[in-house]
């Protein structure tokens, strides 16, 4: 990625760290579950620093299915602790974060009604795969059952119904004829990862700045662990090449499927990751959203691998695989995938082709799954553990490897992992993060009365339909926005009149955005719903390179690396011709999206100190 500044312009996030380079934990990745740690660590107090050698988010976490759930495929490997967990924390993320996490209808197809109850017990006692393919009725009832019974707090969504075949086809006509019955059940999707681990973060900064003594959380993307140096942790500055080393008693190397790799950094050998490679493509298929009802599709391919389908900003998220990974190489979505993706949604709905034109976003991403030797991909455990790591080079320090984890747990996993950091430092949690809101989940609005009063309440002087997107967009946080905005002339983008120029430099102002792959990915959703055209990207750029201080040189080198990493990414070749008005980049803008539509965004990341799990 090109320099955006001048080689002696430190930026303000890393210069608070430069300028006091101890702490009592280093966190080491800025994926969702690093970035929770540094919250909760914050919260109780701890003196905590956290590092990215990318853009927060833009790893693993990145390349989720966009779900929160508590993994009703687990039970068949016998995960029930993991399953309880996660149903928990699923009802309490729709509490704590309503305005990002949202109750997601999901229906099963199923083809069979006996099929698989012979192998189940013994695919959850060997973990072998099983002879038949299919799951049936009788087996995923079961299943769907002991789910309904995870739930412990009074119903936070409904419980599973069966439809027998006429009943299923009037439902969802497209489906496929030849299926016998259909489960529906709920989860919970997350419509803005990306921005669900910002408002995390942002929790964590100002929990540290509650205090007299100066802050006590100080964050930085873009600086990377390079090595161990004076007993500590060399860190570079990713935009100016600056190193400095940081100092602290215990380092959490919180890498996700790059955990192997930053150790190594340190002159220590582990081998504890063998994530899987997993991808999506998004499609813009009127007739395939139609199709899917408002509700994700999660059913069993031909292959025997759980799939999906679902609405997802007036597009179309289809997904993923399960491959071996090489975590030296990047993860780039292949054309084998695709046909893949291709086949799974003809099972489901046969009438219904899509192509390669159809497709308008692809990503791809490693699990931070365990090592996992001979056992099949899909029997690999989505649980999360804390190894303390013996490393020479950093003799006075405990450095603690996350091993695994999820989207869903994030909380619970850092609440774990915090609990671990202060033992080692001899310091007591003092406050406990359940039920705890997140950024623009406090307050956020949940009723239509209640959203159009608080619409009403903090309109200012702007179109009532552009706070109603704010709200959307941020959650309560819009409210830090509008105050933005009303301090400056609010001008719609001539190339997306859903954003201001204002908004724009706000990404780069209060949320460390440093490049314009940052605004484009993980800001918002312009490239996952296909809304990026030369003509944005120039007049994104030059908003940025106002805030940001880039000379005209460095403003276009950021467009060609833009480009070049949407074309090679993500499958995107970008169009000089503006968006078409109430399509593409306005669908992904924070628009209110269709009914049980979740929302985001993918990053193209292969650091070695970046990300966090998939969902």
């Given amino acids: 990625m090109t320099k955006s500044k001048k080689t002696d312009d430190i930026r303000a996030n890393v210069s608070r760290i430069k300028e006091r380079p101890t702490a009592q934990v280093l966190i080491i990745g800025g994926g969702i579950n690093g970035i929770a740690t540094f919250r909760d660590l914050a919260l109780q107090g701890v ?8 853009d927060y988010g833009s790893g693993a976490s990145a390349a989720s299915s966009h779900m929160i759930h508590g993994g009703i495929r687990y039970l068949e490997n016998g995960e029930f602790r993991l399953v309880r967990e996660s149903v928990e924390e699923r009802n309490g993320l729709l509490k704590i974060a309503p305005h990002y996490v949202k109750p997601l209808q999901t229906t099963m197809p199923i083809f069979s009604t006996f099929s698989g109850l ?79 681990a910002l408002d995390v973060l942002k929790d964590g900064i100002a929990a540290g700045n509650r205090g007299a003594a100066g802050s006590k959380a100080r964050s930085a993307n873009y600086l990377e662990a390079v090595g161990a140096q004076d007993g500590g942790v060399l860190v570079r500055d990713v935009v100016t090449g600056d190193e400095f080393t940081i100092t602290a008693p215990v380092v959490i190397n919180a890498s996700g499927p790059w955990t192997d790799l930053t150790n190594k950094v340190f002159g220590a050998e582990s ?67 695709v ?22 976003y692809r990503y791809s991403g490693v699990r931070p799954l365990p090592k996992h030797d001979d056992l099949a991909a899909g029997f690999v455990s989505r649980d999360y553990r804390i190894v303390e790591t013996e490393v020479a080079s950093l003799p006075k320090t405990k450095v603690l490897s996350l091993v695994g984890g999820k989207w869903t747990t994030f909380r619970a996993l850092s609440a774990h992992l915090s609990t671990e950091a202060t033992t080692r430092l001899g310091v007591g949690r003092t406050v406990d993060t359940t039920g705890m809101a997140i950024g623009g989940g406090k307050g956020f609005p949940t009723l239509p009365g209640d959203r159009a009063r608080w ?74 719903v296909g809304g990026v055209t030369i003509e944005l990207l120039s007049e994104l750029a030059g908003i940025l390179q106002t805030s940001l201080g880039w000379s005209d040189d460095a403003r276009d080198a950021e467009i060609e690396d833009t480009l070049e990493i949407l074309r090679t990414f993500h499958g995107v070749e970008v169009a000089s011709q503006h968006v078409p008005a109430g399509a593409g980049a306005s669908a992904g803008a924070g628009a209110p999206a269709p009914a049980a539509a979740p929302e985001s965004a993918e990053s193209p990341v292969t650091s070695a100190a970046s990300g966090s799990p998939q969902a």
């Avoid at 509700?295 to 997802?312: Q, S």
């Avoid at 430099?505 to 800001?523: K, M």
């Fill in 455 to 528: 619409i009403t309440d903090h309109q200012g002087g702007l179109d009532r339909d552009q706070v109603d997107r704010l709200l959307t967009r941020y959650g309560t946080r819009a409210e830090d926005v509008i105050e933005t905005l009303l301090d400056q002339p609010s001008e719609a983008l001539a190339s997306d009149n859903q954003f201001t120029a204002a908004e724009i430099a706000y990404f780069a102002e209060n949320e460390d955005a440093v490049h314009l792959i940052d605004v484009v990915l993980r800001r918002t959703n312009l490239a996952f």
């Fill in 47 to 54: 003196d905590v620093v956290l590092v990215e050698r990318n």
């Fill in 271 to 337: 081998q504890f990751m063998g994530g899987t490679k997993g991808s999506h493509i998004v499609v813009d298929h009127p007739a395939l959203l139609k199709a899917t009802n408002g509700r994700e599709l999660f059913f069993e391919n031909n292959d025997g691998r759980i799939v999906l389908i679902y609405p997802l900003k007036g597009r179309v998220l289809i997904g993923t695989t399960d491959l071996e990974a090489d975590m030296n190489e990047p993860a780039i979505c292949t054309e084998e995938e």
């Fill in 118 to 196: 012979m192998n189940a017990p013994l695919r959850m006692l060997t973990h072998k795969q099983r002879s038949t393919k299919e799951r049936g009725a009788v087996l995923i009832k079961v299943g769907m059952t002991l789910y309904d019974s995870f739930s412990r707090d009074g119903g936070t969504v409904p419980r599973h119904k069966f439809l027998t075949k006429s009943a299923a086809l009037r439902d969802m006509p497209a489906l496929n004829k030849n299926l016998k019955y259909t489960g529906t059940y709920y989860d919970a999707s997350v419509h803005e990862p990306e921005r669900l």
């Fill in 339 to 360: 046909d893949y993706f291709f086949d799974l949604v003809k099972h489901v709905f046969p009438t219904i082709s899509i192509t390669r034109d159809d497709i308008v």
